[in-house]
Each structure stands twice: as structure tokens, then as C-alpha cells.
């Protein structure tokens, strides 16, 4: 598919992926962690497949979607002219979405749910390598966010490890909104813990993923050890709210 963009448009995607990329490495430096220890996930919904065109062309490989049936039909109109681009499905999702999940995305950052994960393997296709996936994680317990309990952490985990179209990766999480560097800091501090409490009871050699900080707290999130942040606002521009 080609897409007609402007170069007015073109450029300032790219110059807010470049000002992005910085604020990683210097967050990366700043805590004393190796340059490419870091991920940047460009979270795409409610954006056009044009501005992930837009992205791509500056070198950007991942890409995060919340709405399945949008996430799909950017993957589907995407992948003959960008075949290397890896989606990640982030946001919630219902029994009757699992078979396009399975067929299309990468990975999956919020499974919270055996039954989610059972069905994600079973429609996870032969011919395709397994979905990469985390759990998602409510360390703080905020009362609107999905996830599981940290104290039911290792349980889902170990059935997950189990599903054979499936490869456990991380933890994810979304904590509620922090007035203060210190108080983001401390948040994420307490999955990065949980993570690293679960290393070793599970014995994965690829449980490397910590998928958590943002626009607002992604420094707070680097510093604590944050592999992988899922940036939307800075990259694309705020959402209409729908």
C-alpha cells in the first residue's frame, strides 16, 4: 500500500521519534545501563497506518496497538511494503478476539488470564513462531487497571510456561497516574522486584521483558529497569478522545 504524506507531516513524526529516542539514551546513561537495554514501543492506536508508515521509515520496528480489529486491519494493509515490523497487542482482551490475535500480532503484553492465554495457543498458528507474551501485572492495585495480583504472578506463570504456541517473556504494567518522579520511580521499582523474585523459580532463559513506562514516566521507568516503554503521545501527538 502507498500512502500520500506530506513532508510537513513527515518531518516532525520524525523529529518527535529522534527528541523520543533521546530522552531514552539519556535516561539510559543517567542510570548506568548498557545503550541498547532499552525498547522503544511506539503505541499507534486511533493513528492511521500513515503515520506508522511515517515511523517505520525512521527506523522504527515496534509497534503497539489497544483495538484488535484496528490493530489487524494496520497489520493486513502494512505487511506487503513493511514485512519486518513486529506488533505487539497491548491492550485487554475478549474471548472472541483471540483467534485474530493469534493470527496476526507478535507479541502480547496483557495476558491476565488462563483462559486468555489457553486460547491464544491453541489459534496460534503452526507455520508461525510462538507468540511472544507478558503478564500483565496491577502492582499498585488500582482499582481501573487490568492485571493480576503480584501474589498470583507466579502461578499464571508457570501455566503459561506450559502452552506450547506461547513463549513467556516478562511482566507488564500500567500503574495509575504518579504526581512525582520519586512516586513513579517507587512503582516501578516494586514490579521491577517482583520480576526479578521471579527469575528464578521459573528458569527461563528469555524472561527478559519489563514492558512499563510512558510518555509522562519513562525516565522513572529506564531507571528502574524498564526493558521496553510503550511511548504513544510524545510520537504521534495527543488521541481525539473517542
Known amino acids: 500500500m502507498h500512502f500520500v504524506y506530506s513532508v510537513k507531516m513527515m518531518q516532525s513524526?520524525?523529529?518527535?521519534?529522534?527528541?523520543?529516542?533521546q530522552r531514552i539514551a539519556k535516561a539510559t546513561r543517567d542510570c548506568g545501563r548498557p545503550a541498547d537495554t532499552v525498547c522503544l514501543l511506539a503505541v499507534s492506536k486511533k493513528f492511521p497506518a500513515q503515520d506508522v508508515q511515517a515511523m517505520a521509515q525512521g527506523g522504527q520496528i515496534d509497534f503497539g496497538e489497544n483495538y484488535i480489529q484496528e490493530g489487524v486491519e494496520k497489520i493486513i494493509s502494512l505487511k506487503p511494503t513493511n514485512p519486518l515490523l513486529v506488533w505487539h497487542c497491548i491492550g485487554p482482551i475478549q474471548s472472541n478476539k483471540t483467534k485474530w490475535v493469534a493470527e496476526n500480532f507478535d507479541w502480547v503484553h496483557s495476558i491476565d488470564r488462563l483462559k486468555i492465554a489457553q486460547r491464544l495457543s491453541e489459534q496460534r498458528p503452526l507455520g508461525l513462531?510462538?507468540?511472544?507474551?507478558?503478564?500483565?501485572?496491577?502492582?499498585?492495585?488500582?482499582?481501573?487497571?487490568?492485571?493480576?495480583?503480584?501474589?498470583?504472578?507466579?502461578?499464571?506463570?508457570?501455566?503459561?510456561?506450559?502452552?506450547?504456541?506461547?513463549?513467556?517473556?516478562?511482566?507488564?504494567?500500567?500503574?495509575?497516574?504518579?504526581?512525582?518522579?520519586?512516586?513513579?520511580?517507587?512503582?516501578?521499582?516494586?514490579?521491577?522486584?517482583?520480576?526479578?523474585?521471579?527469575k528464578s523459580p521459573l528458569s527461563l532463559q528469555k524472561f527478559d521483558t519489563l514492558s512499563m513506562g510512558m510518555t509522562t514516566d519513562l525516565e522513572a521507568a529506564i531507571h528502574a529497569g524498564a526493558t521496553m516503554v510503550r511511548v504513544g503521545t510524545a510520537l504521534f501527538g495527543r488521541r481525539d478522545v473517542a
Request: hydrophobic share 45%.
Open 129 to 198: 513462531k510462538p507468540l511472544q507474551v507478558c503478564l500483565q501485572v496491577n502492582v499498585d492495585g488500582g482499582a481501573s487497571k487490568s492485571g493480576i495480583a503480584p501474589d498470583e504472578v507466579l502461578a499464571l506463570a508457570q501455566a503459561v510456561m506450559q502452552l506450547p504456541q506461547l513463549q513467556l517473556r516478562g511482566l507488564m504494567t500500567i500503574p495509575e497516574p504518579a504526581d512525582t518522579y520519586e512516586l513513579q520511580l517507587h512503582v516501578h521499582q516494586q514490579t521491577k522486584k517482583l520480576f526479578d523474585e521471579l
Open 13 to 21: 513524526l520524525l523529529s518527535n521519534l529522534d527528541a523520543v529516542r
